[in-house]
């Protein structure tokens, strides 16, 4: 498969670029910072510079044209404030979004946020955060696109496990940004996953099981 990477420098990304790669596949990174660019060739990864905030979407077209799917991994990050979970949480996500469509690229997976069903109110930062995610799910789902929404828990740096707890909801709890990069590959194998939303955790159930008890139910979006 050919998949870009939108935020391929962050820690999730990363880790799927090593998987990806690792398997033969190839890996389109966007990233904005030049100096981020032999981390991704060390990972496997081509590295392209695009800004997710600045840039046009006529930008994101042509880096990602060709693409058999394209993955948003980006994020503004913990030490960022409100302004920037708006620029880069919802509006670099919605910017990838229009250039899937433009560029031909129907296979979206967006990583997004467990606690988007119901974002909270207020202009405390990650209340503000949270509603910048789920704004972006929402856009998504309405696009017509073949996407799937992965909404991991609190992240660690834990080694994978391979074992999840998986469904439309879970209880809260923890995950290795690992897992969710092993999850986030996954999905891209499986049409089941298509039109799909789903929380995940760390568990007990291997990741492709977990997967395929997903796929059973019927409850989408």
């Not at 420098?9 to 998987?19: E, K, S, T, Y």
């Not at 991994?73 to 919605?94: F, H, I, L």
């Not at 560029?103 to 503000?128: C, K, N, W």
């Amino acid at each position: 498969m050919d998949i870009a990477i939108a935020g391929a420098h962050g820690q999730v990304a990363r880790h799927m670029n090593r998987l990806l790669a690792g398997r033969g596949d190839r890996v389109r990174g966007l990233i904005r910072k030049p100096d981020q660019a032999d981390d991704l060739r060390s990972d496997g990864a081509e590295p392209l510079v695009i800004d997710l905030e600045d840039r046009a979407v006529d930008d994101y077209v042509e880096a990602i044209r060709g693409a058999d799917a394209v993955v948003f991994a980006a994020g503004a990050g913990p030490g960022s404030g409100a302004p920037r979970k708006e620029t880069v949480d919802y509006g670099a996500a919605a910017k990838l979004l229009q250039a899937a469509r433009a560029a031909g690229v129907r296979r979206y997976v967006m990583i997004s946020a467990l606690g988007t069903d119901d974002p909270p109110e207020g202009d405390e930062v990650f209340s503000v955060y949270l509603r910048a995610k789920a704004r972006a799910d929402r856009e998504l789902m309405a696009s017509g696109l073949a996407w799937t929404i992965v909404r991991p828990g609190r992240l660690t740096d834990d080694p994978a496990t391979g074992r999840v707890a998986l469904a439309r909801h879970v209880e809260r709890g923890a995950i290795p940004r690992a897992d969710v990069a092993a999850v986030a590959v996954a999905t891209l194998d499986r049409d089941g996953t298509i039109g799909r939303v789903f929380e995940v955790v760390g568990g007990d159930t291997p990741i492709a099981e977990a997967l395929s008890a997903l796929e059973r139910q019927p409850d989408r979006g």
